[in-house]
C-alpha cells in the first residue's frame, strides 16, 4: 500500500484547508514522512504527484528544513538546538554528552535504531534553553538527569511500541490552526 492510499483521507482533508492545493505541500511532506519514515525518493514522487508539482520543488523543501530527512532516521530523532542563546547555556556540551552517551555522533543513528542526534538551528525557545525537539515535542531546561530520563521513557515506549502523541493527529492538526508553533512546537 502506497502513503498515498494509506492516507487518502487525510490527505484530502489536508489539502481543503488550503485556498491552492499546491499551499498543502508541507503538511504532505510531514505526513508522507510518517509513513516512509524520511522523505525518500518515492515520499517525494507521491507528494509531487498529488500537489502536481515538480519532484525537484520537493527536494528542494527537504533540503531546506530540518524537520525532513533525506537519510533514513532513528524512531526517535534527537533535534538539539545549538543556536546562540542555547550555545550560551552549554548546547555544545550538551551535545557532546547525549553523544557520547549514545555512542554515535551528530546526524547519526544508534545501532537498535532507535535514536538519531541532530543539531538544529533556534526552534523559538530560548528562554528553556538548552533544549531539543524529539518527534515534533520540545523537551526543554536540559540538563544531563534530564536527559537520562528521555532516553529511559522512550526506550520504555519503544518496548510498548506505543507513541506518546499521534504524529498524523499533529500534522493534521497543523494544518487545520495554520499555526506551526503551538502545535508542532507541542507548548
Ligand atoms: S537558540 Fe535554542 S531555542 Fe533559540
Not at 22 to 38: F, I, T
Not at 101 to 124: H, P, R, S, Y
Not at 127 to 149: G, I, V, Y
Not at 180 to 186: F, L, Y
Request: hydrophobic share 45%; proline share 3%; aromatic share 8%.
Amino acid at each position: 500500500m502506497t502513503f498515498t492510499e494509506k492516507y487518502a483521507a487525510e490527505i484530502e482533508g489536508i489539502i481543503a484547508r488550503f485556498p491552492h492545493k499546491k499551499s498543502a505541500v508541507l503538511p504532505l511532506m510531514h505526513l508522507a514522512q510518517h509513513y516512509y519514515g524520511y522523505m525518500s525518493d518515492d515520499a517525494m514522487r507521491e507528494v509531487a504527484a498529488i500537489l502536481d508539482l515538480d519532484p525537484t520543488h520537493i527536494l528542494s523543501l527537504a533540503g531546506f528544513y530540518t524537520l525532513y530527512y533525506e537519510e533514513p532516521v532513528g524512531k526517535y530523532v534527537l533535534e538539539i538546538c545549538n543556536d546562540l542563546a542555547c550555545a550560551l547555556r552549554g548546547a555544545d556540551q550538551f551535545v557532546e554528552m547525549a553523544c557520547n552517551k549514545l555512542e554515535v555522533g551528530v546526524d547519526e543513528t544508534t545501532a537498535d535504531g532507535l535514536f538519531t542526534i541532530k543539531t538544529v538551528m533556534c526552534l523559538a525557545a530560548c528562554d528553556r534553553a538548552p533544549m531539543l525537539q524529539c518527534n515534533l515535542k520540545f523537551e526543554e531546561h536540559l540538563d544531563e538527569a534530564k536527559f537520562d530520563a528521555l532516553l529511559a521513557r522512550l526506550r520504555e515506549q519503544a518496548a510498548a511500541e506505543t507513541i506518546e502523541t499521534s504524529v498524523v493527529e499533529k500534522i493534521t492538526a497543523y494544518a487545520k490552526s495554520g499555526n506551526q508553533v503551538s502545535v508542532i512546537g507541542n507548548r
